[in-house]
């Protein structure tokens, strides 16, 4: 199983809920969140007056899937989800040793 932790602009929530759902993804995990990537926040000016923005909104998506279709997840969130621009987002993807489900006990991929 693998987890992927989607960080993306809030704006793109719900194209991001409309990819997830066509796709075998069994349960998601949505946290609001602050961040900067390489660009360390933008410089914004406001009536003149230029300030260092150097934390921005953003929404983190966190879904674990099968390793089977983790690859082509991805490559759907990419396709919908980049616009070209800086701060499109990123997705880390992890390895996930065990999941279980407390109602019934169940292990690993039976638990998704
Ligand atoms: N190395 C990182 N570690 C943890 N979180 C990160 C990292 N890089 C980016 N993020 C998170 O992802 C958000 C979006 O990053 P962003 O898309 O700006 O990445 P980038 O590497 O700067 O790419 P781009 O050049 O396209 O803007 C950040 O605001 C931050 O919340
Ligand atoms: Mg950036």
Do not use: W
């Not at 929404?59 to 089977?68: A, F, G, Q």
């Amino acid at each position: 199983m693998k987890k992927l932790e989607i960080i993306i602009k809030p704006e793109k929530l719900e194209d991001l809920k409309e990819v997830l759902s066509t796709c075998e993804v069994s349960g998601l995990n949505i946290v609001n969140s602050m961040g900067y990537g390489n660009q360390k926040g933008v410089i914004k000016t406001y009536r003149g007056a230029s300030y260092n923005v150097t934390l921005l909104p953003k929404i983190k998506v966190e879904t674990v899937v099968t390793d089977s279709i983790a690859p082509g997840l991805i490559d759907k969130i990419v396709d919908e989800i980049n616009t070209g621009n800086f701060g499109d987002g990123k997705i880390f993807v992890y390895d996930v040793e065990d999941a279980v489900r407390i109602r019934t006990g169940e292990h690993g991929e039976e638990a998704l």
